[in-house]
Nanobody, 113 residues
Framework: QGQLVESGGGLVQPGGSLRLSCAAS??????IEWHRQAPGKERELVAG???????NYADSVKGRFTISGDNAANTVHLQMNNLKPEDTAVYYC?????????WGQGTQVTVSS
């Protein structure tokens, strides 16, 4: 059974940076996405791509967030720069492997002064 483990969340001041990581165990990755859910709001797609295809970003994070992968470690990262209070949310990684979908446990990102 595959597993995703997320890390890297925390508290940061506006304008700061964080890097989230999602380590995949026993999963062959086809699609990778990062989602987030703020209190009282629906979960939204932040960034994602199909392996070998282009990366898509939500308009709200374009130019600030970058998704990348470490093939050797089977890990996906989300580099978040120039963070804003409205980026505060629980962030989830989502991986599709064939017909299977895997979700990380979620990691809290709080942007506040």
């Amino acid at each position: 059974q595959g597993q995703l483990v997320e890390s890297g969340g925390g508290l940061v001041q506006p304008g700061g940076s964080l890097r989230l990581s999602c380590a995949a165990s026993r999963i062959s990755i086809n699609d990778i996405e990062w989602h987030r859910q703020a209190p009282g709001k629906e979960r939204e797609l932040v960034a994602g791509f199909t392996v070998g295809d282009r990366i898509n970003y939500a308009d709200s994070v374009k130019g600030r967030f970058t998704i990348s992968g470490d093939n050797a470690a089977n890990t996906v990262h989300l580099q978040m720069n120039n963070l804003k209070p409205e980026d505060t949310a629980v962030y989830y990684c989502h991986i599709r492997s064939g017909l299977r979908h895997y979700w990380g446990q979620g990691t809290q990102v709080t942007v506040s002064s």
